[in-house]
T-cell receptor, first 110, second 117 residues
Framework: GDSVTQMEGPVTLSEEAFLTINCTYTATGYPSLFWYVQYPGEGLQLLLKATKADDKGSNKGFEATYRKETTSFHLEKGSVQVSDSAVYFCALGGYSTLTFGKGTMLLVSP | EPEVTQTPSHQVTQMGQEVILRCVPISNHLYFYWYRQILGQKVEFLVSFYNNEISEKSEIFDDQFSVERPDGSNFTLKIRSTKLEDSAMYFC???????????????FGNGTRLTVT
C-alpha cells in the first residue's frame, strides 16, 4: 500500500539557517504530494503541493520538487524564521484520501 | 477565510463510555473526513463521507465507530465504547471534490484531543 517516510525530528535550527526535511514515498499510480504544517494549537494547513513529476510546489519561501526517479519530495527553505517553528507533515494524495508521514517538528531559535 | 471547526478541543472520558466528536465543515464542501493521530504516530485516515453515506473507511474504523451528518451543518464521529487505545487527536476535514489530491486540498480543523482514562 501507499506509505510516506519522513526524517525524524526534532530539527533544531538557528534563525536564517537553511532547512531540509526529507520525505520519500511508496505509491501505486501517480499520486499528488503535499506538505502540511501544524502550528502549535492549530489544525493541519496545506503548505504546498505538486501534482506530477518534476513539479515544484512553493509557498512562504518553502519549496519541494516532486522527484519520481527518487520517489522523494523534500521540503526546503533558504532562511528559516522563528515563526516557522511547527510540525511539518509530508503526505501522499491518492484518489480520495491522504496518507501522511509521522511529522517532523522544526524548532527555530533566535 | 472559511474554516472547519471542531468541538470540544479536549475531551476526557472513562473507558467504556460513549463520546461524540463534533465538526462543522466548510459550508459549500461535499466530502467529509475523519483522521486521527495517536501521540508520536502518523496521522491516519479513518473514514470519508459523501451524500449521507460512508464512501471509504479504514481498518481502524470498526463497529465501535460511526459517523453522521445529523443536519445541514454538523458532521459527527461517535465512539460507542471507548478504549484506552482510542486516546488520540481526532481531525475532521472537508473538501469540495472527491479527488482532493489533485483539485482541491483537504481543509482540516484544529482537532479534538480525546483522552480515555
Amino acid at each position: 500500500g501507499d506509505s510516506v517516510t519522513q526524517m525524524e525530528g526534532p530539527v533544531t535550527l538557528s534563525e536564517e539557517a537553511f532547512l531540509t526535511i526529507n520525505c520519500t514515498y511508496t505509491a501505486t499510480g501517480y499520486p499528488s504530494l503535499f506538505w502540511y504544517v501544524q502550528y502549535p494549537g492549530e489544525g493541519l494547513q496545506l503548505l504546498l503541493k505538486a501534482t506530477k513529476a518534476d513539479d515544484k510546489g512553493s509557498n512562504k519561501g518553502f519549496e519541494a520538487t516532486y522527484r519520481k526517479e527518487t520517489t522523494s519530495f523534500h521540503l526546503e527553505k533558504g532562511s528559516v524564521q522563528v515563526s516557522d517553528s511547527a510540525v511539518y507533515f509530508c503526505a501522499l494524495g491518492g484518489y480520495s484520501t491522504l496518507t501522511f508521514g509521522k511529522g517532523t517538528m522544526l524548532l527555530v531559535s533566535p | 477565510e472559511p474554516e472547519v471547526t471542531q468541538t470540544p478541543s479536549h475531551q476526557v472520558t472513562q473507558m467504556g463510555q460513549e463520546v461524540i466528536l463534533r465538526c462543522v465543515p466548510i459550508s459549500n464542501h461535499l466530502y467529509f473526513y475523519w483522521y486521527r493521530q495517536i501521540l508520536g504516530q502518523k496521522v491516519e485516515f479513518l473514514v470519508s463521507f459523501y451524500n449521507n453515506e460512508i464512501s471509504e473507511k479504514s481498518e481502524i474504523f470498526d463497529d465501535q465507530f460511526s459517523v453522521e451528518r445529523p443536519d445541514g451543518s454538523n458532521f459527527t464521529l461517535k465512539i460507542r465504547s471507548t478504549k484506552l487505545e482510542d486516546s488520540a487527536m481526532y481531525f475532521c476535514a472537508s473538501s469540495e471534490v472527491r479527488t482532493p489530491a489533485r483539485y482541491s486540498p483537504l481543509h482540516f480543523g484544529n482537532g479534538t484531543r480525546l483522552t480515555v482514562t
